[in-house]
């Protein structure tokens, strides 16, 4: 390369870098006074104290009476039942929780199907009451008494929840009820010790009963 070419080419080179540098200036100067055109005040502010939020609880819990005589409650079983025959147990339902109920139901369960839980007519009944006081323990109410399922088969009460009518549903309260297990009479002729066709004798059935409230409506609160 000649001199003359060797110092046209530094000259443009150093051209280039100053043309960089100056570019980067620039752009560099551009971000500075962006900055300084958004730039602007805040204020702050927060409670000092409280503002805890605490939820409910929605709780029904089921247990036998707790008055001597009438403690069976569904712990013990029921032998030996025959046609008309009706037995009482006395359970204590509560609602344990914060929050207020609605809307109970009574739904039974069981892994067994004979005619005793499978058929309306002549298959096992369920009546609920209840009693504003604590039941005697000769079971009746010296206070007073009111319906809260009227008579429904099991067969029914298991095939979905039925709605029931129970004095309170609010949060601690307590209903005592007497649940009356009936088989209703019925006639049944056995032949030479053979057992007609769909009988209810000689049958078993591990019942379980699932009581359930909803919760009651929301609310909105103003305060």
């Known amino acids: 390369m000649s001199p003359v070419a060797n110092v046209l080419s530094k000259s443009a080179g150093s051209m280039a870098l100053k043309v960089t540098i100056i570019a980067a200036a620039a752009i560099g100067g551009a971000g500075l006074i962006s900055s300084n055109v958004f730039a602007a005040l805040t204020a702050t502010a927060s409670n000092t104290s409280?503002?805890?939020v605490t939820t409910g609880t929605l709780s029904l819990t089921l247990a036998p009476s707790s008055v001597s005589g009438i403690t069976g409650g569904f712990t013990s079983a029921i032998t030996a039942l025959g046609p008309g025959d009706t037995v009482n147990r006395y359970i204590d339902l509560t609602n344990a929780g914060t929050l207020d109920g609605a809307s109970p139901t009574l739904l039974i369960s069981t892994v067994d199907s004979n005619t005793i839980v499978n058929n309306v007519t002549t298959g096992l009944q369920v009546t609920l009451f209840t009693c504003s006081v604590a039941w005697t323990n000769t079971g009746t109410c010296s206070g007073t008494t009111t319906v809260a399922m009227s008579v429904t088969s099991v067969a029914v009460l298991k095939s979905g929840a039925q709605a029931?009518?129970?004095?309170?549903?609010?949060?601690?309260?307590?209903n005592r009820l007497k649940v009356s297990i009936s088989l209703p009479t019925g006639n049944e002729n056995t032949v030479n010790g053979v057992l007609p066709l769909n009988t209810v004798q000689g049958l078993t059935a591990a019942l379980t009963w699932q009581f359930t409230v909803t919760e009651r409506s929301a609310v909105t609160t103003n305060s």
């Open 50 to 52: 409280g503002g805890s």
């Open 164 to 174: 029931i009518t129970l004095p309170t549903v609010l949060a601690g309260g307590l």
